[in-house]
């Protein structure tokens, strides 16, 4: 090449010029290049001939390449940066927009819940645990064990019954209310007047009391609560919010104020009535064959209702007849709540809320914020034999379509009941009832709702309401019972 570049330079001729022979020269650049020592490296050859001839050849060439200067290699990682930066947006934006495609093992990388059902179920429990309403643990250590907490051995995985510790664990449990109960006395001893169970008021004492001393046995496991920043506070300490309920009005002694010391011992809802009708309120008995007493509220039932307004004690109707719900729904001030009740819809029994109930909860005008926590008390959820967790699940799904899924919750009346539904066994339980929602389409919000956050929500409108009226100087309640010949 350079000998032929020397002659066309010095003596010029008529003599065609020589032909291109681009050839060799373009396999020796390849040959440069894969060598890796560059176009560049031609090029400075070919500059240096100074041919215009061989310079227009350059330019015709295809096979030849120009120079690459550093602007090119710019130019092309600019080109090869924006093209994978194109495609990782496009990425993101795919999973943003559908966000199941990713395997769950990825699925926290995009805030999105597993699709499995079950592993859903255990996170969101593991933000929001359950709260149930309704766990008679008391009246079982009474009859095993006579009330002797010493012999009570909770942290066992097989502790008779449907709660242990471990249990608990497993399910998820954030907190409940361990019911206080002593049962109706029997009516023929009773007396119309319910004047003779006086006995009633000592065993709630000493449900209180053995409750409390066994909350005080696993002080690493439960942590008493008085209120809802109580039960905050527990499970952000990593416990188990343990409140009181008592079961029934007929455990008062027809005193409004043994329902102030209830409260001062840390009871924070009543139950108007349990099986039997009572000084304050009809009960739902359980047969449709109850002959109502007070058509609903007695006037002293009424007046109940304000005093527990104004402590912040929480309105039971778990067990009330229609009547006495409705009545109570329309008096009561606060919010209330149904303890342990499922939905007369799904399964046509008394203890069950009809819809014409369910109607009324709610936070619009006219209606009364509540919360109905469902029971899983076969005889409550299904035929004989029907019944499972889809059976129980069927009545959340019921009760959130007619009152809203803001006033639906868990009170299981784990302990108070002899058989359970399939697959809800025991405490353990409860993430099974969560991903059976989950599959049905409940998103985390509305499960969180229904494990617990509904509860808190009308809880917190309890107290609300007590701190109202207190400020606003209502006096407490000192009406008598009037078949009392004692005062
Ligand atoms: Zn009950």
Redesign the pocket.
């Known amino acids: 090449m350079s000998s032929r570049s020397s002659q066309g330079s010095r003596v010029p001729t008529p003599e065609p010029p020589p032909l291109p022979q681009p050839e060799p020269l373009n396999r020796a650049a390849i040959n440069q290049m894969l060598l890796g020592l560059g176009k560049s490296y031609v090029s400075t050859q070919r500059i240096d001939d100074g041919s215009a001839q061989d310079s227009a050849h350059d330019e015709a060439t295809p096979l030849l390449p120009r120079p690459v200067t550093m602007e090119d290699i710019g130019k092309t990682r600019a080109v090869i940066w924006t093209a994978l930066t194109i495609i990782f947006a496009a990425s993101l934006v795919i999973l943003l927009i559908f966000p199941h495609i990713l395997p769950d093992a990825l699925a926290p990388l995009v805030g999105r819940l597993p699709k499995d059902p079950m592993k859903a179920a255990l996170q969101i429990l593991d933000n929001a645990p359950v709260i149930d309403g ?1 766990i008679d643990l008391p009246v079982l250590l009474r009859a095993l064990f006579a009330n002797n907490v010493s012999a009570v051995e909770l942290s066992e995985e097989s502790f008779p019954g449907h709660v242990s510790i471990p249990r608990l664990r497993a399910g998820k449990v954030g907190g409940f209310f361990w019911s206080v109960y002593t049962s109706c006395a029997d009516p023929a001893i009773e007396g119309e007047d319910f004047l003779t169970s006086t006995w009633r008021v000592r065993d709630t004492l000493e449900q209180i009391d053995v409750a409390k001393l066994t909350i005080e046995k696993y002080p690493d496991v439960f942590q008493p609560a008085l209120g809802s920043q109580h039960i905050r506070d527990a499970i952000s300490n990593g416990k188990i919010a343990s409140l009181l309920g008592v ?1 029934g009005g007929h455990q008062l002694g027809n005193s409004v104020a043994v329902l102030r010391q209830y409260h001062a011992l840390g009871v924070r809802y009543v ?1 108007l009535t ?1 099986i039997c009708h009572n000084a304050f309120a009809d009960s739902c008995g359980f047969s449709p064959d109850i002959v109502p007493l007070h058509g609903g509220l007695s006037p002293l039932g009424f007046r109940l209702i304000d005093e527990m307004n104004r402590l912040g004690m929480l309105v039971d109707l ?2 009330t007849s229609d009547d006495t719900a409705k009545q109570a729904l329309a008096h009561s001030k606060a919010p209330v709540i149904w303890s ?1 009740s499922s939905a007369r819809a799904v399964h046509n029994h008394v203890r069950n809320v009809p819809d014409d109930v369910l109607s009324h909860i709610g936070t619009e005008e006219g209606k009364k914020d509540g919360v109905v926590m469902v029971n899983f008390a076969p005889v409550f959820v299904a035929e004989e034999g029907n019944a499972t967790v889809e059976a129980v699940a069927d009545h959340v799904d019921h009760i959130a379509k007619v009152a809203g899924k803001k006033h639906v919750g868990l009170g299981s ?1 784990f302990d ?1 009941i002899a058989d359970v539904p399939v697959g809800l066994e025991d405490v353990s339980k409860y993430p099974a009832l969560i991903a059976e929602l989950y599959k049905r389409g409940w998103n985390k919000y509305e499960l969180a709702g229904l494990a617990g956050a509904n509860l808190l929500r009308v809880f917190e409108g309890a107290e609300k309401v007590s701190h109202e009226l207190r400020e606003a100087g209502a006096v407490p309640v000192f009406d008598i019972y009037d078949k009392r010949t004692d005062l």
């Open positions: 309704h079961e139950t349990h778990s067990h342990h009346d108070g």
